[in-house]
């Protein structure tokens, strides 16, 4: 999976639009292989985006779990940490 693309399930605030939107966008990149299209294909390429978003919406409105929800800023933190040990020897 594209590292850009972050889990969006189970988190509180539930995630926004931007964010579903932003994680169709990095598929649909990562799949074309292209982050820009040409003029000829970015209508195909905007309704992608547009379609995935949609469903990655409704996916994550049916999604059901028992676990409480994360907190974005304590996942943050977390990341961040993790980023500063693996890069602390390089």
């Known amino acids: ?3 850009n693309i972050h ?3 189970n988190f509180e605030p539930a995630a926004s639009s931007d964010e579903v939107h ?8 990562k ?3 292209t982050t820009k299209p040409s003029k000829a294909n970015a209508e195909a390429f905007d309704r992608a985006v547009a379609e995935i978003a949609h469903l990655t919406q409704h996916l994550l409105d049916d999604l059901v779990t028992t676990a409480p ?3 974005r800023e304590v ?5 961040k940490e993790r980023s500063a040990r693996r890069f ?3």
């Open 75 to 79: 996942e943050a933190a977390k990341a």
């Open 88 to 90: 602390a020897a390089a």
């Open 1 to 3: 999976m594209c590292r």
């Open 31 to 33: 799949i074309s292989g």
């Open 7 to 9: 889990t969006l399930h």
């Open 22 to 29: 932003a994680a169709a966008l990095q598929y649909v990149r």
């Open 69 to 71: 929800p994360k907190d």
